[in-house]
């Protein structure tokens, strides 16, 4: 066990303490009375200026932890013993650096946002500093852990943060042409008229026939993963017909059948629309829609978009019930938002509480590599590679988002599917 000392015990430093040494299986306990903690044995640490006697592991802290409000820090970076780490108002402490990152504190700061309402990669700290691809919140943690045991001439037994590997699929739009019927059948035909597009025009007349599978109909293979052992996950879009939203009807007894199949075997959580972010009651009325085909009581989600603001959108899914979200990270560059890949519970810092709500970082999406960063198939493997490597070395899981026409081997997404198996 590592005696921890500070002034102050905050909900802040007890979330930020157990983020580094639970999972790690590294028992704490943190005072503030200056004698108990002359009486504990080492290790020890202190997170204070109190000037003890006895030599003693100190980090200087700042004020981050130990305040309940939200307001702008200076940041900067310098050297940590190896480790580029935060200055936040001049000051480094490793502690408030984690605790900063992984709440996504500077989110709240700012007022930038994409066409989508969306925070930007190119606006966060960790891209411009570099570390986007990399677990640096593990990295500190780490780093923490080498210092104590180094001042003391210890172990602290600490445990490997285990490793998986979980494709996931977001289903926006469940088939090219099947089950498009009225005016969306005759628009996209007329659509393809117009551009003499003779490919599709054929490949459409071939699939209503049943002489062809849909290209979008890549169903098997998520369940072929399934079957090597992998934790499969889907997100199914059931939003009404709109701009962003273009899945076909729920009503529609065919699409809740393949829904209803494949509850059976994978994992099924839901993929609120675009519209839902202006709606609370959009969300409760697709939540309700998922869970009446699947006969089950769906917990899970992930942001049509990604669409993701901060506080407001994981409030909204705490008050409609669910415990889990796979929205955390960006459209446009891969790596990891919150610093961290493995499950955390997120902390609400308009609240100044840590939330039941567990966030569940993704690594990359298909089309981040092809549509944002503009990689060649071969460039993507190679980021791939380097992702995976990074959660491997320092436990989490390694999450990708995919869709299932992006693995249909079709038009801009030829030969894309090697990119995903490239990370399995």
């Known amino acids: 066990m590592i005696t921890i000392f500070s ?66 820090y200076d940041i900067d970076q310098t050297d940590w013993g190896g480790e580029r780490c935060l200055l936040l108002d001049g000051k480094l402490d490793p502690l408030a650096s984690i605790f900063y990152v992984v709440s996504m504190y500077e989110e709240y700061c700012s007022d930038v946002s994409d066409e989508h309402d969306r925070f930007p990669a190119s606006e966060s700290l960790l891209y411009r500093f570099g570390w986007l691809d990399t677990l640096i919140v593990e990295r500190w943690s780490e780093k923490l852990i080498d ?87 889907l997100f199914w879009l059931l939003g009404n017909y709109a701009t962003y939203d273009r899945n076909i009807s729920s009503d529609h007894p065919m699409h809740r059948s393949i829904i209803a199949e494949m509850t059976q075997s994978l994992k099924v959580g839901l993929h609120p ?31 049509h978009f990604l669409k993701l603001i901060l506080p407001l959108t994981y409030e909204r899914l705490v008050k409609r019930g669910f415990t889990d979200d796979y929205s955390l990270g960006f459209a446009d560059h891969t790596g990891f938002r919150a610093g961290i890949a493995r499950p955390f519970n997120w902390y609400n810092l308009k609240r100044d509480q840590v939330s039941e709500l567990r966030l569940h970082p993704f690594a990359y999406m298909d089309g981040t590599l092809n549509e944002y960063m503009h990689l060649s198939i071969p460039e993507a493997c190679t980021k791939v590679h380097l992702l995976r490597s990074e959660v491997e070395k320092f436990g989490g899981d390694f999450i990708m988002i995919w869709h299932n026409e992006t693995i249909g081997d079709k038009g801009k997404w030829k030969g894309w599917r090697k990119v995903l198996e490239c990370g399995l």
């Open 7 to 72: 002034d102050y015990i905050t909900k802040r430093l007890l979330y930020t303490l157990r983020l580094i040494f639970d999972d790690r299986g590294i028992d704490f306990r943190v005072l503030n009375d200056p004698d108990e903690f002359r009486r504990a044995q080492s290790p020890k640490l202190v997170y204070s200026t109190y000037p003890f006697d006895e030599k003693t592991l100190v980090l200087e802290p700042s004020e981050l932890l130990f305040q309940e409000n939200i307001r702008n």
């Open 147 to 233: 210092r104590i045991e180094s001042f003391y001439n210890c172990s602290l037994n600490r445990q490997k943060i285990g490793f998986n590997v979980i494709p996931t699929f977001d289903i926006d739009n469940a088939f090219a042409y099947k089950l498009k019927e009225g005016w969306r059948k005759w628009l996209s035909i007329t659509r393809d008229l117009i551009r003499l597009d003779r490919e599709r025009l054929q490949e459409r007349s071939q699939v209503l026939k049943g002489i062809k599978r849909d290209p979008y109909d890549t169903f098997s293979y998520m369940l072929s993963l399934k079957e090597s052992g992998y934790d499969i996950h």
């Open 273 to 303: 629309s675009y519209r839902s972010n202006d709606s609370p009651d959009i969300l409760k009325e697709e939540k309700e829609r998922l869970e009446s085909i699947t006969e089950q009581s769906i917990k899970t989600t992930r942001q």
